[in-house]
Structure formats: C-alpha cells, structure tokens
C-alpha cells in the first residue's frame, strides 16, 4: 500500500485547519478590533462584582430530634478593596476606635480574605447584629454588613469524631474542585460532616451586579438563590454520648455502644478528643494538630490494637464449629506453657479447665491448647469470617482495618515460617493480630445477634426521604447451640465470683461480655466487650482503654458508663 | 542525490518546529508569571518553578522519544492501550477514596492525569488499525477500533471529562475518515451520534449540563460557568490590536478569571499581547501542523502516516477547543490549551508526540 493513495487527506485536512483557525481569527479581528473599544470601556469602568450567598447547611440531628449541629448567622462586616483603596488606612483607623479593635486585626483579616478587589471582604468577623447595624449607619457605602451561615456544635467535644467540622473548601480546592467545589464554598471535614457532605451542602448562590469605577451598582445581572442543604438523623444519642464522654475521664481509649441487632451506633466517641466549633473558627486549633497524643485520629475506627482475650470466645467458637473442642473437654493450667525453651505464661494456676470455666477465668493455657488444636490456617480462617480483616462499613470516613495473620501472610510479608510460638500468640489474641474497637465489638457481636455480623452504622434517615436507613447483616452460618455455649459462658464471665468482669454483675443489668489485657510496647491496653440484658440482647458495649494498664480499668470506664446509663434513665425499657 | 536532498529538508523541519516549542515555552512561562500575579504581586513563584521543572522534563522526553524507533509502537500499540486503560480504570476506582486521602496530605508530590496518555494511546492504537491494508472489512477495521476507542472514551466520560472524551471521538473520526476505510461507516456513525446526542446530554452531570447551557446562553448564569464567559471575552476584546502590554492585563490582574494559568491562558496573551499577539499565536500553531502535515504526505510508510495525522489532528483540535471556548463560540469544556496551559502531563504527553514525530523525520 503507498502512502500517496491516501495524502490528498492532508489537503483536506490541511483546508480543515486553515478554515478553523481562519474562524477563530474572524472572531477575535471581531472582539478585538471591531468592537475592542466597547470591552475596553467594559473592562476599565464596569466591573462585575459577586455577592456571594452561602447556602444554609442541613443540621444535623440525634436520634432523639436532638440537635447537635446548625448554621447560625454570623454577621460580618465587609468592604470592596476597590471602593476604599484611596481611603483604606483612615478607614481601619476609624472602624478599630469605633469597635475598641486593633488596627492589626482589620488588616489581617483583609489580607486573608482578600480573594479580588471588587468582591466583599470580611474586615470583622461575627459580631452581634445590633453593633454591625451600628457600624453600618456610621460609615454607610463604605462597610457592608455580610451575613454569613456559621457551623454550630451542641457537643463540640463529646462528638467531634463523630460529626467532623466545616472548613472553606479553598484549603484542599485542587482536590475539591473536580467533585464540583469552588473555593469558598464549605465543606465537611472528618466525621459525618464529611462523609454525608453531599447531603448537608446544600447550593451557594450569589447575586451579580455590574458596579462603576466608584463602586456603584450600575447593573444587576443575575441571581442564584442559595439552596438549603437537608437535615439528616443520626441514630446517636447526645445525652450516652455525653455519658460516654464523661465515663472516659483523662484516659485515652475508645468507647462505642451499639444496638445489637441494628448495628446503629448510639454513642461513639475517642479520647482525647478535639472541638469541633474551635476548628469552624479557625482558632486554638494548633495544639490539637501538633498534639503527640493524636485527637485527631478516631481511635474507634482509625486505630488498631491487639485484641488480647477478648479473642479467645471467636476462637472458642471456631473450634467447637470445625469440631476440634467439644465444651467438656478438659486442659489442665499449671500457670505456664512450655514451648521449646520458651515458657508462656498464666495469669493463675488454673488447674483442670473447660470451656464454662476457661473463658470466665480467661485461661490461657486453655487457649492455647485449643489454638494449637485448631491450627493457625483455620484460626485466621474463622477471625477473618468474624469480620476482623475487613472493614466494617460504617458510614464514617478514614476507617481503617485490622489485620488478622496467617502462615501464608507471615511467609510474604515478613519472609519467615510460622512458628508454634506464633500460634500461641494469636489463641490469646496476641502477636500480629491488631483490630479497631469497632471490628473488634462487631465480631463479639455475633454472639449477641445470634450469629450475625452486623454493619455498624450511624446514619438514620435523611429529611425528605421515606423511612430510615435498612440494616443489613451477614448471617455466619454458626450452629444454634455453639451460639449458645458461647453466650453462656460470656453471660458467667460477669455473672461468676470468679468471672473475670465480675463487677458488672452489681448493674443488674444480665451482662455478659469479655474482658482483655493486651501486652504491648509500654502499659497493656484495657478491652471490655460486652452486651445485655442477656436475655433480650439490645446494646452492645466496647471499651478500649489505650494503655490503659488492665482490662480492669477498662471494666471501671464501662461500670462508670453504665451505672450513669441506668441512672439517667436513657437505657430502652423491655 | 536526492537523499541529500531530502535529508537537508527534514532537518529544516525539526528545526523550525523546535523553534515554535521555544518560543511557545517562552510565551507559556510569561503568561503563566503574568497569570500569577494578583493586583501588582508576584504570588505563584512555586507553580512557575514547577512548570519550569516540567518544561526541562518535556525537552528530556522528546529527545528521548526521537530516537526510539517509532515503528516499535506498532507492536507494542494493544500494550500501551491496556496500561492506559489499567491506569484509567485504577483512577476511577481509587479516584474517590484518593480524594480522602488527599485531604490529609493535601497536594502531595506528582499528579499524574491518565486521561492525557490516553490521546498517546489512542493515536498508536489508531495509527496501527488504519494502516492495515483491509479496506471494507467492518468489523476488523470498523468496529473493532471503535469499540476499543468507545471503551476508553466511555471510562474517561465517567471520570468525569468531557473534553477529552469528545476529543478521542474526534481522534477517531479524522484518522478514520483519513484512511481507507469506508466513508460511510464514519458518515453512519456520526449520524447514530447525533440521533443518541439527546439521551446522551441526560446522562451528563449536572455541571456539566449547566456549561452547555450557559454555552447558549452565558447570561443565564452569570455568577458560576457564565461568569467565566463574559469576563474572558471582556479580558480578550480589552487587549484591543495591540493589547495592554506584559503584565498590564486588567481583567487577569484583578482575579477576574478562574482557571488563568490553565484552561483559560489565551485570555491572558490576548489580553496583553492584543490581536497582534494572538494572530501571532495561531501563526505558530499553524506552522507545526503545516509542518507535521507536509511530512505526512511524502512518507512511505502508513503507520508513520497515520501518527503524523493524529498528532496533528490532536494538537489541532485543543487549539481550536481551547481558544474558541475562551472565544465564546464553544461550550467550555476543560480542556489545556497546547504547550500553552500550566500542567505537566499535557505539555510532557505533547513533547513526547513531537519526539515521535522527529523520529519518524530522522528515518530515511
């Protein structure tokens, strides 16, 4: 085939490109030449100024019709840099003996508002309607009084991780702008804030006006009301939130409470925690971001630990169901565990245990047995099934997983065999396997909801839209009376003298649950994790003290939560 | 003879074009340095610096690039179509939890666009189906590279970006409607384009249906995308014959336009170079294209041939897109303006044609 066959193409294409860039140039000897005066004119005297109106953001509701978050009005006042750039300095200086402020703060606040010189800029931010009126009456067309929607939070503490905060987008535009952003527009950040953003924006709009070299309107171009985001229904409960935060005193941890067949979060929250309403602001916020203790990060989601005892019931389960235990079957504790030349060690010496008094006494030499029973292959094999190497979905962003081992992860990852001490490690929840509070608590949960593994979720309905968000569950297949076994010896884990979580049997409140240690660099870190009335299970509980020392500072936050619970009275009635 | 001939003349034309890409470099940085500017100050010194790193990054690959043989890209055209899609497919999963992600390490490092080496792949891609030598066979040189190219098209429409997507689709069209496939198989398909266009304009997202109408009328909406209309023809018609002059441009100083230094940069050399500037401008575009072109009529082999066609083709239609976007005469599209616009991977994607382009120069 010869090239020359097809070449009258680039003729053709050559007319095309001709023709095309013959067009473009028509139209600019148009714009340019014909009519170059007139957008000059355009250009020098008539400027378009932009009044921006933010939309109102949806509010942000507990359960409860509680509100926990809305948009007030925040008065500012405002200037047009072109309007007063001949008369700036004597302006400020007036307008700060007038207000009692320092010049300093009106140029600061210029200067980092400053966005063009014919759109308003906020000299003075939030200040109360009757001084902005004020202001306005005395320096007339030169000041405007821009009134701004401003976030406020009810609990800026107890649900900061929960909720997030807001933040103009103009911080994280290059990124925000492809979803459709524009710079001064606000957006959520963290928490629900963020992850129902689209539900919660709403539209800005503005009104485009024309104005002179003076700064006078001369024309008004158009307007685009603003458009109110929707509220939405969280299925939290501010007062156990409140609860939950105060039960945490100074300690470091987590702690989550869930109904245990829904999966909806009633209460979440992180310690230490931030202040929403400082990060709206702007302000106090540097020793949150620089703090070594992170009250950024979401522990309950975004932080993984050992899980320590709190494994050993999923185990257990796991053995019963591949039909490597059976509940008689008796290991006798002597208080330590020889492997080789390594010694593992007991808390006590048990003597002769079963499965009714290995998980109430937190046995670990029991567990050991088991594990080394079962094999490490089935035991990531049933760790994984409880969901603990996956993320739970909940309706947070940034939520992070755990990480359950295997004989097949340890070769890749590390390059190294799995030895028998690695097995007795993860029998105990020790080793590599690292989970949040909240996989951790889902997983337990199967025990609770009678072998589900629910989603965790904390959005209930959205304003405008029929009913509330459908629970989904995972059934795991495990048999009836496993189930059973299991939950009782939970339920004898409080119940029993004996039981690890004893102190919680004075709540009458029919706990069951299970309590961990998990040996770390530094103080173990506390668990508890558990769930009531044992009958009719209704709530599911985890706590997770960060080096917190024992599992028995962890059950003393838990005690705390709950005995306030009963005594506020915002547990359900049967 | 006539070797020596011809030899001496190819030389002439990577020696011109390579004076365009300087003088377009030169023009690209000024109105970049310019763009950045904001009543009178200099604000942008870290965009410039790093369009300086791209513009060296370019050079590097195009040198690269003009001495790898150019037919290697035949053999190797269905790879650089499936990396290309990988990569595709990989932004529009990750693209949202990346968006998470990003917010914590905010611009961290290189964005890489795959939608940019998709106009690379899909012009080897082309290149290699239309210069088989099949004429009439409609599934092997018809559908087959349509449903490849529609693919594609369809993944970077998702992301969502328009602009390149209609861009492959033209790719498509008048490198086909340059070989000898049959006509009307292209005829056909611009006809079934323009009775689906309807159901197709529901599907776009709601931005983008705006642009369309604000490209009707940009009075409708004078604060969001017509805003942009009416102050980048003021910008342009302002710049008069001989415009403002460097750094003078008013409607740029004074942050009127979004976008300055990317999509909407012809608004800031029209603006201080006037028409003058901007004819000048069109001037050198022409000059590579008539250059690619010319080279594409004596060459011998078709693969070569169809690879000039597309790069031309490419450059052309950015340019024409582009300008007549900031002209008001096209919807407004997102789409970089050649060699012209701030951002790496459109300007090394374009060197790197313009490398293969000289490599098929030095071949005999």
């Known amino acids: 085939m010869k090239v020359s066959n097809l070449s009258n193409s680039t003729t053709l294409l050559k007319k095309i490109y001709i023709a095309g860039f013959g067009l473009l140039g028509f139209v600019l000897f148009f714009y340019q030449i014909i009519n170059g005066q007139y957008y000059l004119e355009r250009a020098k005297n008539n400027y378009v100024r932009l009044l921006p109106s933010r939309a109102i953001r949806g509010s942000i509701f507990d359960r409860n019709n509680e509100i926990l978050a809305y948009d007030r009005a925040a008065f500012n006042i405002s200037v047009i840099p072109y309007q007063i750039k001949n008369k700036k300095v004597q302006l400020f200086n007036d307008l700060s003996s007038v207000l009692g402020y320092e010049p300093a703060i009106l140029y600061k606040n210029y200067n980092k508002n400053l966005r063009s010189l014919f759109s308003p800029v906020n000299i003075i931010e939030d200040i109360d309607k009757m001084t902005a009126l004020k202001v306005k009456e005395k320096f007339e067309d030169s000041v405007f009084i821009n009134p701004e929607p401003k976030r406020f939070y009810y609990q800026p503490w107890e649900s900061a991780h929960v909720l997030g905060y807001i933040k103009e987008a103009t911080a994280n535009y290059e990124v925000l702008k492809k979803y459709g952003y524009s710079p001064l527009e606000r957006a959520g950040f963290l928490g629900i804030e963020q992850y129902y953003d689209a539900y919660l924006q709403g539209q800005d709009g503005a009104i485009s006006v024309e104005v002179d070299a003076k700064g006078k309107i001369v024309g008004f171009l158009g307007n685009r009301i603003p458009v109110k985001g929707k509220d939405i229904y969280l299925t939290i409960d501010s007062r156990i939130q409140k609860i939950a935060s105060q039960s945490m005193e100074k300690k470091r941890g987590a702690i989550i409470l869930m109904d245990s067949n829904s999966g909806e979060i009633l209460a979440l929250y992180s310690q230490p925690s931030f202040n929403s309403n400082y990060f709206v602001e702007g302000k106090n916020i540097n020793k949150f971001l620089t703090n070594k203790a992170s009250p950024l990060l979401n522990r309950a989601i975004q932080a993984t630990y050992p899980m320590g005892s709190t494994f050993k019931p999923i185990l257990a389960a796991a053995a019963l169901e591949e039909g490597k235990l059976t509940p008689e079957k ?245 | 003879m006539t070797n020596l001939r011809r030899l001496k003349i190819t030389l002439t034309d990577r020696k011109t074009i390579t004076a365009c890409l300087i003088i377009l470099n030169l023009l690209s940085l000024a109105a970049i340095y310019s763009s950045l500017h904001q009543a009178g100050e200099f604000v942008g010194a870290g965009l410039l610096h790093k369009q300086i790193i791209w513009i060296a990054i370019s050079w590097l690959f195009l040198i690269i690039f003009s001495f790898i043989n150019y037919r290697f890209y035949f053999d190797l055209s269905y790879v650089i179509y499936g990396v290309n899609l990988f990569l595709l497919i990989a932004v529009s999963i990750f693209g949202k939890t990346i968006m998470g992600a990003q917010r914590w390490i905010s611009i961290f490092g290189i964005t890489f666009q795959p939608s940019e080496f998709s106009k690379l792949a899909m012009i080897v891609l082309l290149a290699r189906f239309f210069s088989q030598p099949q004429k009439n066979d409609f599934l092997k040189s018809f559908l087959l590279p349509l449903g490849l190219v529609g693919l594609n098209a369809l993944v970077i429409f998702k992301q969502p970006d328009l602009g390149t997507a209609l861009i492959i689709f033209f790719l498509f069209l008048a490198m086909g409607l340059a070989s000898r496939v049959n006509k009307l198989y292209f005829v056909g398909l611009v006809a079934l384009g323009l009775i689906i266009s309807p159901f197709a304009i529901n599907s776009l997202q709601d931005y983008q249906k705006k642009r369309l109408m604000v490209f009707i009328n940009p009075n409708i909406d004078p604060m969001g995308s017509g805003y942009t209309i009416i102050q980048s023809k003021i910008a342009i018609g302002s710049g008069k014959a001989i415009g403002k002059g460097f750094l003078a441009g008013t409607q740029n100083q004074f942050n009127f336009l979004p976008e300055r230094h990317t999509d909407f940069i012809f608004t800031v050399i029209s603006e201080e170079w006037g028409f003058i500037g901007s004819i000048f401008l069109l001037l050198i575009y022409w000059l590579i294209l008539k250059k690619i072109l010319q080279k594409a009529k004596n060459l011998v082999d078709p693969f070569a041939y169809f690879l000039c066609i597309g790069i031309s083709v490419l450059i052309f239609l950015h340019v024409f897109i582009n300008i007549g976007m900031t002209l008001g005469i096209l919807p407004v599209v997102g789409l970089p303006l050649t060699f012209l616009s701030y951002g790496g991977t459109s300007l090394v994607i374009n060197f790197i044609l313009i490398g293969i382009f000289f490599n098929i120069c030095r071949q005999k």
């Open chain 1, 330 to 574: 008796e290991y006798t504790c002597s208080g330590e565990f020889r492997l080789g030349i390594a010694t593992f060690k007991c808390m006590h010496a048990h003597g002769k245990q079963n499965l009714h008094e290995a998980i109430p006494h937190s046995c670990n030499i029991y567990f050991y047995n088991v594990g080394l029973a079962l094999g490490p292959r089935l035991m990531s094999k049933w760790a994984k099934r409880f969901g603990l190497d996956s993320l739970t979905g909940i309706d947070l962003p940034y939520e992070r997983k755990g990480l359950v081992p295997s004989p097949k992860w340890k070769q890749k990852k590390l390059k190294t065999n799995w030895f028998a001490g690695d097995t007795l490690n993860f029998s105990i929840g020790q080793g590599f396997i690292n989970s949040t509070p909240l996989e951790v608590m889902v997983a337990i949960n199967v025990f609770a909801s009678d072998g589900y593994l629910v989603n965790p979720h904390i959005l209930k309905r959205v304003e405008g839209q029929q009913g509330s968000t459908p629970a989904s569950k995972t059934y795991l297949g495990l048999k009836d009376t496993d189930l059973n076994i299991i939950k009782k010896t939970l339920r004898d884990t409080v119940k029993q003298q004996s039981g690890t979580a004893h102190l919680l049997d004075k709540l009458e409140l029919n706990i069951s649950g299970k309590t961990g240690t998990a040996q770390t660099k530094g103080r173990p870190h506390g668990w508890f994790v558990g769930f009531f009335p044992y009958e009719n299970k209704k709530y599911t509980l985890c706590v997770l003290l960060e080096n917190g020392g024992s599992s028995y500072a962890a059950l003393k936050v838990g005690y705390k939560f709950l005995n306030e619970m009963k005594e506020e009275g915002v547990l359900k009635n049967d």
